[in-house]
C-alpha cells in the first residue's frame, strides 16, 4: 500500500515537471532578434546572422580561428 503512494506521487510529479511548457532562456543582447523572429518579422544585420540569433560583428565569419577550431581539416604544417 506505501509502495502504491510513493509510485504515484512519483508519477505525479514527474508529469507535473513533463507537461510544463517550455521557458527559452535568451541572452539580453540577442531577445530583440528571438523576439522578431517570433513574430514572423526579418532580421536585418550587416554582416549575417550567426547560429545563436545574433549579428556578427564585421569581420566575424562564424568559423573558429586556430588549430583547435579546424581539426581535422587543417592543412598546418609544424
Known amino acids: 500500500m506505501r509502495l502504491n503512494i510513493y509510485m504515484t506521487l512519483l508519477l505525479s510529479t514527474l508529469l507535473v515537471v513533463a507537461c510544463k511548457p517550455p521557458n527559452p532562456t535568451v541572452p539580453e543582447r540577442d531577445r530583440e ?26 569581420g566575424d565569419t562564424g568559423v573558429p580561428a586556430g588549430e ?3 581539426y581535422p581539416f587543417c592543412n598546418i604544417k609544424k
Open 33 to 58: 532578434h528571438y523576439e522578431k523572429a517570433l513574430a514572423g518579422e526579418k532580421i536585418e544585420c550587416e554582416h549575417g546572422i550567426n547560429p545563436n540569433g545574433g549579428c556578427f560583428a564585421e
Open 68 to 70: 583547435a577550431g579546424c
